[in-house]
């Protein structure tokens, strides 16, 4: 069985290489009028030097652009590798069918009017899948492919129409036809080199993952930058992303929708907190992903990448001949966590002997040498100074309007410096000069136009250094003995929700389940001085809303404040609560909540502050679910992550909280959700008190919805 998935695997890959690197294209309806769509194709093919050969298909015109023309596949005097359909959407199966039948490698199809339509473009690129056979499918709906490494556009876009692309070592995979040719068009105008653009677009057959698996092998490409609308196929997505990791190859990714509401659970806090803008942000994280915050971002980071410099550390100078965007550049760097310490001694000394006079401001940061702008050498020297100091980590250039001037000249001296250090240089272009910056990102300089993306640079360089090796550590213990045919599908009670986690090792606060008033001061006595009354239903998970929770109860009044309870719930519900929960009062624990969720990319595992407070501050973390759980490494994780872990920490004298047996609790609880798979809809402890350390921790509240 292996074998077979990695001969299918070979394949595809196969295909793909085929795909991206055609020695032939046919080009099916292709149009002798060069400013129509149908005409692009063609004449980008010739204009930007394809060297294979190209087979317009059109029955009607003898000769495009002087190569000649078919009447039909059909006559074409050679398989193509590649057929690029321009026909629309009623009539491009047959097209794909016919390509297929030749042993074309793989069709791009244009037209649109397929699932993005709804039911009857569905049914459409059904049929478009059934024609393809086993032959590869990019799109439909999409605006092609562009490899920049060795010249081969496949595609109609309208920003091919420029003359010149610098060729580069950033691979473009964007779901969007049209932002495709957005990324060309701005990389181009400011210097930055692509090597392979791929718009996906419906993804009918070739996918995110396919291209990002490619790109991984392709030795034209050291970073990945994704646009991305969904992730379609989260296990492909995930070894895609760590086949790139492993290769060292960053992967940036620009997602959409960050503002929509997502999923959110009808009866658990951790759906309204997680959010399906906040699984992809868990996916990414566990990838080693780096995500853009905005379309910008998503050329300033590979930009930034692309020079193959890692950051090792928050340290940054800003070498500034103008005062005002130093300042900006520093303050951004602040807030982002950089430092920017003053030269150390020696340093500055080897600064101050390259200018004479008392112009220099060489004992702050940012470093002011003054006019170094119009002296190259000056700009050189101090440059090495930099790069040479134990003090810094990286460096800021600011080039101001003396740059204008004489761009190449500054862009020269800085490059010279970067062969005699391995630490990041930036550039921050401070008039408004686009030529200035392309001139710099073409000598190897990533050059920005907003001091922002100089620390947006640094944070992905930072991040850049701690890619993930693999898929991480397996859980120390299978779930799968643990025999759950007896769980009931439907929404557990708190007391049958908390009895199932103590199955995996969870354990709950001492608890009796009673009817009334006399059973409920029997329970309080053996529980302790003051217990806590609720009351239990399938139906009513938040209780404290209706009046369902009293806390620090004496026995003897807990009858008559079961019976207070029983008129609060009936008059806020119009239910007439039949069973109550007695349960200890445990205190001088933190309180956590620990949640699952589960949406189209998968389940994950919510850690937060708990509490009623819990939706108030946010203080979360998730992980998506791996096979079988998560590893206690990673429960640690997570654990550290949140703003309060100080308090769990032994913040200001606290007595410090039993995080290993936290730590266990997360352990078991995604066990739990393993081991139930599909049939848990989601499930919360809502608060899990985190006892002082040897300890232990508690279950106070629990949730469970189980499917049929």
């Not at 440059?383 to 100091?389: T, V």
């Not at 009796?512 to 529980?527: I, P, Q, W």
């Not at 008059?571 to 445990?586: A, D, K, N, S």
């Not at 309060?644 to 352990?667: M, Q, S």
């Amino acid at each position: 069985m292996a074998a077979q998935l990695s001969t299918k695997a070979d394949a595809r890959a196969d295909a793909i290489a085929r795909l991206v690197k055609p020695r032939s294209v046919a080009v099916i309806g292709a149009s002798a009028d060069p400013n129509k769509t149908a005409g692009r194709p063609v004449s980008y093919l010739t204009r930007h030097g394809f060297a294979g050969s190209i087979y317009p298909v059109n029955p009607k015109v003898d000769a495009i652009d002087g190569i000649r023309c078919y009447p039909d596949i059909g006559s074409l005097p050679e398989v193509p590798d590649v057929g690029i359909v321009l026909l629309g959407a009623e009539r491009a199966h047959q097209a794909v069918r016919e390509l297929a039948a030749r042993g074309t490698g793989a069709a791009i199809v244009l037209a649109s009017g397929y699932t993005e339509t709804g039911d009857v473009g569905a049914r459409r690129q059904a049929e478009l899948i059934e024609a393809a056979g086993g032959m590869r499918l990019l799109g439909p709906n999409t605006i092609g492919l562009v490899n920049l490494t060795d010249n081969i556009p496949l595609s109609a876009s309208g920003a091919l129409a420029m003359d010149h692309f610098p060729a580069g070592n950033i691979g473009v995979v964007s779901q969007s036809g049209g932002i495709l040719g957005a990324l060309l068009s701005r990389a181009a105008a400011r210097g930055i080199g692509l090597s392979k653009l791929v718009s996906t677009s419906n993804e009918a057959d070739l996918e995110l993952a396919d291209f990002i698996d490619y790109l991984a092998d392709d030795p034209a490409t050291r970073v990945i930058a994704l646009y991305v609308e969904s992730v379609r196929n989260v296990e492909r997505f995930r070894a895609a992303a760590l086949k790139a990791a492993a290769a060292g190859k960053p992967v940036v990714a620009f997602k959409i929708g960050r503002s929509e509401a997502g999923a959110r659970a009808a009866v658990s806090h951790t759906g309204a907190m997680a959010g399906a803008d906040r699984m992809y942000d868990a996916l990414f994280r566990q990838l080693g992903v780096i995500r853009a915050q905005t379309f910008s971002d998503l050329i300033d980071i590979p930009a930034a990448l692309a020079t193959g410099r890692v950051l090792h550390g928050k340290r940054i100078a800003v070498l500034t001949s103008t005062g005002g965007a130093g300042t900006l550049v520093s303050d951004s760097l602040g807030v982002s966590g950089f430092e920017t310490p003053a030269p150390d001694a020696q340093t500055a000394e080897r600064l101050r002997a390259l200018q004479k006079g008392d112009h220099a401001a060489l004992d702050r940061n940012p470093i002011d040498v003054t006019l170094a702008g119009l002296q190259p050498d000056l700009l050189r020297g101090a440059i090495r100074a930099l790069l040479a100091s134990p003090s810094y980590d990286a460096v800021t250039i600011i080039v101001g309007s003396s740059g204008l001037a004489m761009p190449d000249l500054m862009a020269d001296a800085i490059n010279d410096c970067l062969p005699e250090s391995d630490k990041p240089v930036v550039a921050y272009v401070s008039p408004h000069a686009p030529q200035v910056a392309a001139v710099l990102n073409e000598r190897g300089v990533p050059a920005f136009m907003a001091p922002e993306s100089c620390a947006v640079a640094f944070a992905a360089m930072l991040a850049a250094g701690e890619l993930p090796t693999g898929s991480g550590d397996a859980p120390a213990q299978a779930a799968s003995a643990i025999d759950l045919g007896d769980v009931p599908a439907g929404s557990l009670d708190e007391h049958a929700a908390k009895q199932l986690f103590a199955r995996f090792g969870l354990p709950g606060v001492r608890e009796t389940v009673v009817h009334d008033a006399a059973g409920a001061e029997a329970a309080a006595r053996a529980l302790g001085e003051r217990v806590v009354l609720k009351i239990l239903s399938e139906s009513i998970t938040h209780k404290s809303d209706v009046g369902g929770v009293a806390v620090n109860v004496a026995p003897a009044d807990i009858g008559a404040r079961l019976a207070r309870m029983r008129d609060d719930v009936q008059r806020h519900t119009g239910e007439t609560p039949e069973r109550f929960l007695v349960q200890e009062m445990v205190g001088g624990g933190a309180e956590l909540i620990l949640g699952t969720h589960r949406d189209a990319l998968g389940t994950a595992i919510l850690l937060g502050m708990g509490g009623v407070t819990a939706e108030l501050f946010q203080d979360t973390t998730l992980r998506l679910l791996p096979t079988g759980g998560l590893s206690r490494a990673e429960a640690l994780s997570m654990v550290r992550e949140l703003k309060t872990w100080p308090l769990l920490d032994g913040y200001r004298g606290r007595p410090k909280a039993d995080v290993e047996a936290l730590v266990d609790a997360i352990v078991a609880f995604s066990r739990m959700a393993a081991a139930l798979g599909p049939r848990l809809v989601e499930a919360e402890i809502n608060p899990v008190f985190v006892l002082p350390a040897g300890q232990g921790v508690r279950a106070a509240d629990g949730v469970a919805v189980i499917g049929a």
